[in-house]
């Protein structure tokens, strides 16, 4: 049982920014780099792929003990025997999600708005989910149609509303990383400055380093 | 708990082609004019959109007794509380499904070519699905990169191989019901026909009539 605590650096999977590496490779050199936690996206792929390629990547991460979550495909996550899931605005809902996976699932959520975050907790003051990912907390190119970035001060406020941990994701890189944990977030998620690195293990131990 | 017979009509869902009725409105009255099973089937929507749909069909189909499968998508089924799913050659091993969604599940594999049969008997002789559905039986418009279409030679050939039902689709109208069923299936599998119709009642009920 892989554990669920979110703390450190967190890759975030993009196959057509693997420009150096195949995606495979990223993801064992950021093993070996001490990544804790990757999270396997593909939103144009047909279901056997996906599977295919999150049993792979659950194989090589197998012997670090870091989880392997998959984004939105709960049972992709099933069928693969994967850690977990990550849950977007428009997927799943988070309860749908606990009810199937059960209570070892690392369940994450995002959250674009601060609206979201009222409306999350508006249902339940303390939902059954194991991070709240603030997406994005800088303006980048990887994913389109984010809403406007969080920024420092957005996620400054949510740590004063919430004990979950925080991942925080988007345009992070070597240079702001300190800023963002002294913010307040829990973990940092990346997906171009890992997967597009010269060298994944090196970039992930630089980002590593931001935690000692 | 609704039944596993397979046999009837069974509407395969498109929302783009239900001009005259909202695509509720077609289930509904396809249910009325008797039709055997509806499979859910969406290619674009993201998930939460595919689960509110499925839940809504389902809450349609339930008075009725009328299965309802979902295309691909195990956790919508999971989430939904549907009755099983339809599987393509792409999509999730069968064997998986069965594990994750249980023997009470109806599960049904398209088979696009006499390979596709070779291929599924190799691993398992009595392979546990419901269902198998030759896609297509005759050349349409409605599915695109579809290999070439079965003919009724095709089914018959699988019929002789078989004691599983089988599902034909594709190109399935009034005027040819009578010759897919004389070919051995069970069911006929119809998106246009239905969706598309002026009175999808009406439609079903000219399709369920061949039955008798």
Redesign the interface.
Known sequence: MANKKIRGVYLVTDRPLCRMHSLAEVVRLAALGGVNLVQLREKET????F?ELAKHLKEILRPFSIPLLIN?????C??AGANGVHLG?????WQ?ARR?LGKDAIIGLSLETKEDYHSLIKTDSHPGLDYLAVSPIFETNTKTNTKPAWGLEGLKWLRTQTKLPIVAIGGIKESNAKDVLDAGADSLAVVSAICSAKDPKLATEILSEKFH
């Open positions: 047909d279901s056997r792929e599977l939105d495909r709960l049972d992709i099933l069928a605005q428009s997927d799943l809902p749908d199937i």
